[in-house]
């Protein structure tokens, strides 16, 4: 089984200061970046999504601003892949499976923002086109969000979505566990 690091959407608007700061994105840019080092140490193949929102009425990712680069934890390098996208399945109107299969890649290890949209759109799309997945959840963040008059605290919107993933979708596991430590 050949195997990729797929870094979804680690970039600066989520961080404080950007435009749409999530809760925790430093300690999961922090564990993705140790899953980079390591690929990058073993030569495994690295894939980076990057996420650029063109409308109109678009608050964030947004062409030309500070905010939609790739955080520099983990900004690419070399020949990696850069694959934008515009939608929050990393895999509609983008390479990203030509990209894989290209390289028969069978199984994606992944880390990146928001555990609530693009990281589970694009795992279940993964696992629905034939890919086995993982996902570190250490290295995943998520924001707050509202529902009627509550708010939902990033660290259970996180949670959630990391339990619907794991065993239907994913091996959900920490840093520690995917790097074998």
Same mark, same amino acid.
């Given at each position: 089984?050949?195997?990729?690091?797929?870094?979804?959407?680690?970039?600066?608007?989520?961080?404080?200061?950007?435009?749409?700061?999530?809760?925790?994105?430093?300690?999961?840019?922090?564990?993705?970046?140790?899953?980079?080092?390591?690929?990058?140490?073993?030569? /495994?193949? %690295?894939?980076?999504?990057?996420?650029? *929102?063109?409308?109109? =009425? !678009? @608050?964030?990712?947004?062409?030309?601003?500070? +905010?939609?680069?790739?955080?520099?934890?983990?900004?690419?390098?070399?020949?990696?892949?850069?694959?934008?996208?515009?939608?929050?399945?990393?895999?509609?109107?983008?390479?990203?499976?030509?990209?894989?299969?290209?390289?028969?890649?069978? /199984?994606? %290890?992944?880390?990146?923002?928001?555990? *609530?949209?693009?990281? =589970? !759109? @694009?795992?279940?799309?993964?696992?629905?086109? +034939?890919?086995?997945?993982?996902?570190?959840?250490?290295?995943?963040?998520?924001?707050?969000?509202?529902?009627?008059?509550?708010?939902?605290?990033?660290?259970?919107?996180?949670?959630?979505?990391?339990?619907?993933?794991?065993?239907?979708?994913?091996? %959900?596991?920490?840093?520690?566990?995917?790097?074998?430590?």
């Amino acid at each position: 089984m050949s195997k990729a690091l797929l870094l979804i959407d680690i970039q600066r608007d989520y961080f404080p200061g950007g435009a749409h700061p999530l809760v925790g994105p430093e300690p999961a840019a922090e564990a993705a970046r140790r899953l980079l080092a390591d690929y990058r140490d073993r030569g /495994e193949p %690295v894939i980076h999504l990057q996420h650029i *929102s063109e409308g109109p =009425d !678009a @608050t964030f990712m947004r062409p030309g601003t500070d +905010g939609v680069e790739i955080h520099p934890l983990v900004a690419p390098a070399g020949d990696e892949p850069v694959i934008q996208k515009q939608a929050p399945n990393g895999f509609v109107g983008t390479s990203l499976e030509r990209e894989l299969r290209g390289h028969g890649i069978d /199984e994606i %290890v992944v880390a990146g923002m928001m555990s *609530s949209m693009c990281v =589970d !759109a @694009t795992v279940r799309a993964a696992v629905d086109l +034939g890919f086995t997945a993982t996902v570190v959840h250490d290295g995943c963040a998520a924001p707050d969000l509202r529902f009627g008059d509550e708010t939902i605290p990033g660290a259970t919107v996180h949670a959630s979505f990391m339990a619907a993933l794991d065993g239907m979708y994913a091996d %959900v596991v920490s840093a520690d566990e995917a790097l074998g430590d």
